[in-house]
């Protein structure tokens, strides 16, 4: 299957201006360093592991953060606890 888009993709090659090849070269050799880079840091990571310095790779998660809203609180402001209490 994938021989198959690779052959359909270079015959619409030659349906391309000069520009638009430009602009599918530049695609294709940043989606080319970020693969190496992607591939490097998992080499990496797999490394730290068989290594023993870690268990897991963690990855941030990036969730939409729901919105916070403010508290009101009574008393003292909090940073003035903080500091009366590391005395």
Not at 33 to 56: C, M, P, R, S
Not at 66 to 80: A, D, F, H, Y
């Amino acid at each position: 299957m994938a021989q198959e888009t690779l052959k359909q993709i270079l015959n619409q090659l030659e349906t391309l201006e000069i520009q638009e090849l430009q602009q599918l070269h530049q695609t294709i050799q940043r989606y080319l360093a970020e693969k190496e880079t992607t591939n490097k840091q998992a080499a990496f990571h797999q490394a730290l592991i068989d290594a023993g310095l870690v268990k897991q790779i963690k990855h941030p998660s990036y969730d939409l953060i729901s919105e916070r809203r403010l508290i009101q609180v009574e008393g003292k402001p909090v940073s003035e606890t903080i500091i009366a209490e590391s005395r």
